[in-house]
């Protein structure tokens, strides 16, 4: 069994390495333009190139996102810009639009380039098509059941990436034009205002008050609302079918939810290659539950197991997890005993909390007492982005995570 490459989200700098530290393989991040997630923070070109120096030192991977579906007005800007990506040395390109993959070719000639979701792979010709073009990995659509998936990898030689984790559109692997019509933000550049999440009625325009029988309470409908996807049960299969990267998705979400989705992924992919063996019905609980503590919308399989009827959560049953991000560890004084904190939950004495370490540990933290940089004592951590200090006979590596601890899931 060889172990697929795990690649996450890096939405911002701090997230990028997030992600690396708790268990990504490699990590996929936006420029300031030609990205699908124009309201993350994304990456300056000077951030690029410290995140692709930070990767490397680990021996890890940095893709960059230039995905959009690309119109005239970008073409002139996108040439200079792949030069750069190159000039930097990336790990590769993900690139959705055939006119620009022919650009990266040109101006970023030695830059592998990994085909995105929004190309809509769903068949082996296509992936065979793009194999041709010059492609080295391909991200097939969502759309996919397992024995497809399979069929595609037997057929074509190149590298397959699949989504296991995150959010999905209502549309074929996000090509949407709900949010271009409804708010004059175009999906297929970046700008997304989620209508898909928005509450709907169906009515007939000649019988005005009459709505169509759908399943429904009190707030009405949520018909485009999916479900997140969650296919971590199918992790032992998808190695086997020889999948060569999990993709998770996510590059609007806080630190702990990277944190923690990279952590289990790590986890059950190496339980399946050290154990050369499926991990065990317990052991996936326990991952779920990890999952489950970060907030979240009701899971689906998506279509891995052929059409669904759990995809739609038409009553927007979101799921506001157990554990809340509380704060990132900026440093140690051992002299001190001191765990210095960034606050970004207000949190205080008394209350249930963990460090989430990088190396996968959890630890238990009993707050009995609380400073502020000038020395003060303090009840509760108040201010965003607040510098706090905690007593810790125990070194806390800079990067972790400080989480409040749900009832559930307090030890």
Same mark, same amino acid.
């Given at each position: 069994?060889?172990?697929?490459?795990?690649?996450?989200?890096?939405?911002?700098?701090?997230?990028?390495?997030?992600?690396?530290?708790?268990?990504?393989? /490699?990590?996929?991040?936006?420029?300031?333009?030609? +990205?699908?997630?124009?309201? &993350?923070?994304? #990456?300056? %070109?000077? =951030? $690029?190139?410290?995140?692709?120096?930070?990767?490397?030192?680990?021996?890890?991977?940095?893709?960059?996102?230039?995905?959009?579906?690309?119109?005239?007005?970008?073409?002139?800007?996108?040439?200079?810009?792949?030069?750069?990506?190159?000039?930097?040395?990336?790990?590769?390109?993900?690139?959705?639009?055939?006119?620009?993959?022919?650009?990266?070719?040109?101006?970023?000639?030695?830059?592998?380039?990994?085909?995105?979701?929004?190309?809509?792979?769903?068949?082996?010709?296509? /992936?065979?098509?793009?194999?041709?073009?010059?492609? +080295?990995?391909?991200?097939? &659509?969502?759309? #996919?059941? %397992?024995? =497809? $998936?399979?069929?595609?990898?037997?057929?074509?030689?190149?590298?397959?990436?699949?989504?296991?984790?995150?959010?999905?559109?209502?549309?074929?692997?996000?090509?949407?034009?709900?949010?271009?019509?409804?708010?004059?933000?175009?999906?297929?550049?970046?700008?997304?205002?989620?209508?898909?999440?928005?509450?709907?009625?169906?009515?007939?325009?000649?019988?005005?008050?009459?709505?169509?029988?759908?399943?429904?309470?009190?707030?009405?409908?949520?018909?485009?609302?999916?479900?997140?996807?969650?296919?971590?049960?199918?992790?032992?299969?998808?190695?086997?079918?020889?999948?060569?990267?999990?993709?998770? =998705?996510?590059?609007?979400?806080?630190?702990?939810?990277?944190?923690?989705?990279?952590?289990?992924?790590?986890?059950?992919?190496?339980?399946?290659?050290?154990?050369?063996?499926?991990?065990?019905?317990?052991?996936?609980?326990?991952?779920?539950?990890?999952?489950?503590?970060?907030?979240?919308?009701?899971?689906?399989?998506?279509?891995?197991?052929?059409?669904?009827?759990?995809?739609?959560?038409?009553?927007?049953?979101?799921?506001?997890?157990?554990?809340?991000?509380?704060?990132?560890?900026?440093?140690?004084?051992?002299?001190?005993?001191?765990?210095?904190?960034?606050?970004?939950?207000?949190?205080?004495?008394?209350?249930?909390?963990?460090?989430?370490?990088?190396?996968?540990?959890?630890?238990?933290?009993?707050?009995?007492?609380?400073?502020?940089?000038?020395?003060?004592?303090?009840?509760?951590?108040?201010?965003?982005?607040?510098?706090?200090?905690?007593?810790?006979?125990?070194?806390?590596?800079?990067?972790?995570?400080?989480?409040?601890?749900?009832?559930?899931?307090?030890?």
């Amino acid at each position: 069994m060889r172990k697929p490459e795990l690649v996450l989200p890096a939405g911002d700098f701090e997230k990028l390495k997030t992600a690396l530290l708790f268990g990504a393989d /490699a990590v996929y991040a936006g420029g300031k333009e030609f +990205s699908l997630r124009a309201f &993350a923070g994304n #990456l300056t %070109l000077a =951030e $690029i190139s410290s995140g692709l120096n930070y990767a490397h030192q680990q021996g890890k991977k940095m893709y960059i996102t230039v995905n959009i579906l690309a119109h005239n007005r970008d073409i002139n800007k996108l040439p200079p810009y792949l030069e750069e990506l190159a000039g930097l040395g990336v790990d590769g390109l993900i690139i959705s639009d055939p006119g620009v993959m022919r650009l990266a070719k040109t101006y970023a000639p030695g830059v592998p380039v990994t085909i995105s979701t929004q190309a809509n792979i769903s068949n082996y010709e296509s /992936a065979a098509l793009y194999r041709e073009l010059g492609a +080295s990995r391909i991200v097939l &659509a969502r759309e #996919l059941s %397992l024995p =497809e $998936i399979i069929d595609i990898k037997q057929r074509v030689d190149v590298k397959l990436e699949v989504f296991v984790h995150g959010a999905m559109c209502v549309s074929y692997s996000g090509r949407c034009l709900l949010s271009h019509y409804m708010t004059g933000r175009s999906a297929n550049s970046g700008a997304c205002a989620h209508p898909c999440r928005y509450l709907y009625h169906v009515v007939e325009e000649k019988r005005p008050g009459q709505y169509y029988p759908l399943e429904e309470d009190e707030r009405g409908s949520y018909i485009f609302n999916s479900r997140d996807l969650c296919l971590l049960e199918y992790v032992p299969q998808l190695i086997e079918a020889g999948i060569d990267a999990f993709k998770i =998705e996510g590059r609007m979400k806080s630190p702990l939810y990277v944190a923690t989705v990279a952590r289990v992924y790590s986890q059950a992919l190496d339980c399946c290659i050290n154990n050369q063996r499926p991990f065990t019905d317990q052991e996936l609980q326990v991952w779920l539950a990890e999952l489950r503590s970060v907030a979240t919308r009701p899971y689906t399989n998506g279509f891995i197991e052929g059409e669904s009827a759990s995809i739609q959560d038409i009553e927007k049953q979101e799921i506001p997890g157990r554990d809340d991000f509380c704060g990132v560890v900026k440093g140690y004084d051992g002299a001190k005993s001191m765990v210095e904190i960034e606050q970004r939950a207000n949190f205080g004495l008394g209350e249930p909390l963990q460090f989430m370490l990088p190396d996968s540990n959890i630890i238990d933290l009993q707050l009995k007492y609380l400073f502020d940089a000038e020395g003060n004592i303090l009840d509760r951590a108040r201010h965003p982005l607040q510098r706090v200090f905690i007593p810790f006979a125990q070194p806390i590596p800079e990067h972790s995570i400080l989480r409040r601890v749900g009832e559930k899931n307090a030890t």
